[in-house]
């Protein structure tokens, strides 16, 4: 009999033994376990149909008709189970229910242990949102577009500091050109579950550097209890000449194609007016695209600091900030450690 597990002891083993999410392809690619296999007992529509006839017709018909979608199939589940090579695996359907024991119970028959997480994904769903609860020593990198917050954070972390890349997480910059060159983005259901992983590793009791940013991401959104910790945490500004951030826009984004740059610059037509929108996509089209960056970083300085001023008033003169007045901006970790260590 296989052994039935918590959420916490199945996150737990999760991080030496290998497993195993039967749901159907659909449901894991929406979200899933980070770093769970999909070994899914029915395809989608096999899934539909199961669950029409065990409404319409109940439980006994539901279970002959998954037999016969699942028969086939049973040779092939093995031999990927063994493949792992570990004697022992995880295994977890959506509530816990017929389909992670249906598994386990098969994968048991050629000599491997099962354990099951008790009531499925449903509940390492509710563990996750819980660990956003966790009080985090959060410090928040803020500053003007292109001031290089996303650079210091990474030297933080070289240095041996704890980070959490929230637009490495979501695949996204941030911005409405932030989805240039990176890969889709994960559900925001997904990328919480990503987020969790990550928060599992960390010391609570140290400092953990987070960039500042807006509630969504592109299209994923922080979760709620971590977005709380996140606006009352203390940050650091991170003060960078105008001229210095737009050659970092130069840098990071001239080099996509103008189809891609003018599809951004339009998604903030209306926050920029027609008239500046117009003038934009003319010099990105016409090849003079630091005239359009220019446009363009003016909005997204004059929201920031309307930003700053909602959240700490019109005199930030007792903000903590660093200034990094070239595009290297690796020599200012020590700077920042000092100041956080009276943050903190």
Not at 54 to 59: L, V, W
Not at 64 to 93: I, M, R, W, Y
Not at 143 to 157: D, M, P, Q
Request: aromatic residues 8%; neutral net charge; hydrophobic residues 35%.
């Amino acid at each position: 009999m296989p052994k039935i597990i918590t959420a916490e002891e199945f996150i737990e083993r999760a991080k030496f033994l290998p497993v195993i999410d039967v749901r159907s392809p659909g449901e894991y690619e929406h979200a899933h376990i980070l770093g769970a296999l999909s070994l899914p007992l029915f395809t989608n529509e096999q899934r539909a149909e199961v669950g029409t006839i065990y409404k319409q017709r109940g439980r006994v018909q539901a279970v002959q008709k998954g037999l016969e979608f699942v028969g086939p199939k049973l040779k092939d589940f093995t031999k990927f189970a063994l493949k792992l090579n570990s004697d022992e695996l995880l295994v977890h359907c959506w509530r816990g229910g017929m389909r992670s024991s249906a598994m386990a119970w098969l994968l048991e028959t050629v000599g491997l242990n099962c354990l099951l997480l008790k009531d499925g994904y449903k509940a390492y769903r509710n563990y996750v949102l819980e660990s956003f609860e966790s009080p985090y020593k959060i410090l928040l990198l803020g500053g003007y577009t292109g001031s290089g917050k996303t650079e210091i954070l990474h030297a933080l972390r070289d240095a041996g500091e704890q980070t959490i890349d929230l637009e490495g997480l979501t695949n996204h910059k941030g911005s409405a050109f932030g989805a240039l060159g990176q890969e889709i983005q994960p559900s925001t259901e997904q990328f919480e579950n990503n987020l969790s992983a990550e928060l599992e590793k960390l010391d609570k009791q140290r400092v953990v550097w987070i960039e500042d940013e807006s509630r969504n991401v592109g299209k994923a959104s922080i979760p709620q209890g971590f977005w709380n910790q996140m606006r009352v945490a203390k940050l650091i500004r991170v003060d960078t000449p105008y001229e210095i951030r737009l050659s970092r826009l130069m840098r990071d984004y001239a080099c996509f194609d103008t189809e891609g740059l003018a599809t951004s610059i339009k998604k903030i037509e209306k926050r920029l007016g027609f008239d500046k929108c117009k003038t934009a996509l003319e010099a990105c089209v016409n090849g003079d695209r630091e005239t359009s960056a220019r446009i363009c970083l003016n909005y997204y300085d004059v929201a920031y600091g309307n930003q700053l001023v909602t959240r700490f008033g019109e005199d930030q003169s007792k903000l903590p900030h660093i200034e990094v007045d070239s595009l290297n901006s690796s020599s200012t970790i020590n700077e920042l450690l000092s100041i956080s260590s009276n943050l903190i």
